[in-house]
């Protein structure tokens, strides 16, 4: 602050330079003016506005050091951390690619085994579907050859049954006349006997119209 009030001072007194010399002799009758005690309160001032712009430059000065010392020490750490994260990252990366390899190998013989156990399957698959082909087929011709021979034994079925009923309406027909044919005998056989009886009674003096 001084040295601007002294810049201040220091323009004034070229304006005085360019004006009349009685306005010089003006200002140096107003400085003589001050007294020893005004003199002693300025210069006072001045040293104490001196002593608060020193205090702050050097507050300045300390808390920039403590924070160029601090952030120093921020990038060493953090130097040694980089330097910590760097050696631990190329171990998690080789953990890692062994694990890789490790999980590439145990795929790979996964793999292999499903492929294997695949083509097994597709090979047992194959032969269930030709013996399951070869038996369908079987059970067709069983199932046809069943059929024709339920097709003859029914076909013989009816003409054993035309045969039957064509013997059962002869021997029908044949009894039904014998019947009557035997009824008629018996009729007649009857009726002499009745006559032969009639004269065998008369014979004694019974009438047979009494019974």
Same mark, same amino acid.
């Given at each position: 602050m001084p040295p601007k009030k002294g810049k201040k001072g220091g323009a004034k007194g070229k304006k $005085? @330079? +360019?004006?009349? &010399?009685? $306005? @010089? +002799?003006?200002? &140096?009758? $107003?400085?003589?003016?001050?007294?020893?005690?005004?003199?002693?309160?300025?210069?006072?001032?001045?040293?104490?506005?001196?002593?608060?712009?020193?205090?702050?430059?050097?507050?300045?000065?300390?808390?920039?050091?403590?924070?160029?010392?601090?952030?120093?020490?921020?990038?060493?750490?953090?130097?040694?951390r980089f330097e910590e994260e760097k050696d631990t990252q190329l171990d998690v990366h080789a953990d890692l690619a062994r694990q890789f390899k490790t999980f590439q190998s145990e795929k790979n013989a996964v793999i292999d085994d499903l492929q294997r156990e695949n083509i097994k399957l597709h090979n047992d698959l194959t032969k269930c579907q030709q013996v399951l082909a070869n038996t369908i087929e079987e059970k067709d011709a069983i199932i046809a050859r069943k059929e024709d021979e339920i097709t003859e034994l029914r076909n013989k079925l009816r003409i054993l049954e035309s045969t039957y009923q064509n013997i059962f309406d002869t021997s029908l027909r044949n009894l039904q006349a014998n019947l009557a044919k035997a009824q008629e005998q018996w009729e007649s056989s009857s009726a002499d006997l009745q006559d032969k009886t009639k004269e065998k009674l008369k014979e004694f003096g019974i009438n047979f119209q009494e019974f």
């Open positions: $005085g @330079g +360019k004006g009349k &010399k009685g $306005g @010089g +002799k003006k200002g &140096k009758k $107003g400085e003589e003016e001050l007294t020893v005690e005004e003199k002693y309160k300025k210069s006072a001032m001045e040293i104490q506005n001196l002593q608060q712009h020193l205090a702050i430059q050097t507050s300045i000065s300390r808390r920039t050091q403590s924070a160029r010392d601090q952030l120093k020490s921020e990038f060493v750490d953090l130097t040694e």
